[in-house]
């Protein structure tokens, strides 16, 4: 940029610049709430919610104790998404995956052998991960989790689960 010749500016354009800051925009919206932004859904970005098209109340949640996910509908050649909500706290049960796992935090955070990861981050797991996360106290850590093969529970009685959770 510095190799570009100059470009004459109009003499008033300082004081038509500060007139404007003085006065302010021509219009400025108003924020609308609509029922998709109702308070409880806005943990997660505007696209997904669109995505979604439902409040994330209403979704289909499944789970034990203070571990809940729900699938989403958003799959493409066996890639499938679902989110996690995990009650501060709560660790799930230790697992591994049959594929790639990529894990986006939208509140909270958790840990597990391979890191801390909180608001924003994101978790990549594979079949040589073998893990067990456990969401940080206090807030509920809710996720977006995207993967082309379902994890796998390990330990004996994850031997014999594994059977009815991935059916």
Wanted: hydrophobic fraction near 40%; glycine fraction near 10%; aromatic fraction near 4%.
């Amino acid at each position: 940029m510095g190799d570009l010749p100059e470009e004459p500016c109009n003499s008033d354009l300082l004081a038509s610049t500060l007139a404007r800051l003085e006065v302010g925009p021509a219009s400025t919206p108003t924020p609308t709430r609509t029922a998709d932004r109702a308070p409880t859904d806005i943990r997660i970005p505007q696209p997904l919610r669109d995505l979604i098209g439902l409040p994330l109340e209403s979704l289909a949640w499944k789970g034990i104790g203070g571990f809940r996910q729900a699938n989403l509908p958003i799959t493409l050649d066996g890639v499938v998404a679902r989110l996690m909500r995990i009650r501060g706290g709560t660790s799930m049960p230790r697992h591994t995956h049959g594929g790639l796992e990529l894990t986006l935090v939208f509140t909270g955070g958790f840990s597990d052998e391979n890191g801390h990861y909180l608001r924003g981050d994101v978790a990549a797991a594979d079949p040589a991960v073998e893990h067990r996360p456990i969401a940080d106290p206090g807030e509920e850590c809710l996720c977006l989790a995207v993967s082309d093969a379902p994890p796998r529970l390990t330990g004996a009685l994850g031997m014999w689960l594994n059977p009815f959770l991935n059916s």
